[in-house]
T-cell receptor
Framework: ELKVEQNPLFLSMQEGKNYTIYCNYS?????LYWYRQDPGKSLESLFV?????AVKQEGRLMASLDTKARLSTLHITAAVHDLSATYFC??????????FGTGTRLTVIP | ETGVTQTPRHLVMGMTNKKSLKCEQH?????MYWYKQSAKKPLELMFVYNFKEQTENNSVPSRFSPECPNSSHLFLHLHTLQPEDSALYLCASSQVGPTDTQYFGPGTRLTVL
């Protein structure tokens, strides 16, 4: 079974600062996903990373994938309050099976 | 309605009750999923339906019974639940293919007394 570990679990950062969330996974994963979840809301898809070296950016968020290191990162640039949420990464082992990390709860403070 | 919808949004039931959760996707996808989200635990995949056929059952207790009558609807039938089954139950759908991103519904918050 694919194990996915995220760190940190909790992150409090000031507006305007940069930070990175790390996602390690235990075995080969076909794809790597990043999701966002606001309190009381469902999961919203952010990125799908398909191959080694893949990098995707949307606004202040940038995700990358290193399949050799079994590591994905979600980099936050110049954080703003609207980015406060819980971020999940998930690996996939074929047949649509997603294995999620425990999530990183991000709080951006003024 | 757009996206993935779930009803009810909140459900409180006793251990002897029988209830059902409903999920409907309006995205034309061909795969649907049930997940359980408990406090302080990762999301757990419960069931996968691919083209209306169940392809995964990740050791879920038999008190949870899925039903997928067509590619747009998915049910989770509940009976004789335990308090530890209290959780947020999320439905998702996807179009099986190269990116296969799963789109999630808002969830049903279940409390078992």
């Amino acid at each position: 079974e694919l194990k996915v570990e995220q760190n940190p679990l909790f992150l409090s950062m000031q507006e305007g600062k940069n930070y990175t969330i790390y996602c390690n996974y235990s075995t080969t994963s076909d794809r790597l996903y990043w999701y966002r979840q606001d309190p009381g809301k469902s999961l919203e898809s952010l990125f799908v990373l398909l191959s080694n070296g893949a990098v995707k950016q949307e606004g202040r968020l940038m995700a990358s994938l290193d399949t050799k290191a079994r590591l994905s990162t979600l980099h936050i640039t110049a954080a703003v309050h609207d980015l406060s949420a819980t971020y999940f990464c998930a690996g996939e082992t074929g047949a649509n099976n997603l294995f999620f990390g425990t999530g990183t709860r991000l709080t951006v403070i003024p | 309605e757009t996206g993935v919808t779930q009803t009810p949004r909140h459900l409180v039931m006793g251990m002897t009750n029988k209830k059902s959760l409903k999920c409907e996707q309006h995205l034309g996808h061909n795969a649907m999923y049930w997940y359980k989200q408990s406090a302080k635990k990762p999301l757990e995949l419960m069931f996968v339906y691919n083209f209306k056929e169940q392809t995964e059952n990740n050791s879920v207790p038999s008190r949870f019974s899925p039903e997928c009558p067509n590619s747009s609807h998915l049910f989770l039938h509940l009976h004789t639940l335990q308090p530890e089954d209290s959780a947020l139950y999320l439905c998702a759908s996807s179009q099986v293919g190269p990116t296969d991103t799963q789109y999630f519904g808002p969830g049903t918050r279940l409390t078992v007394l």
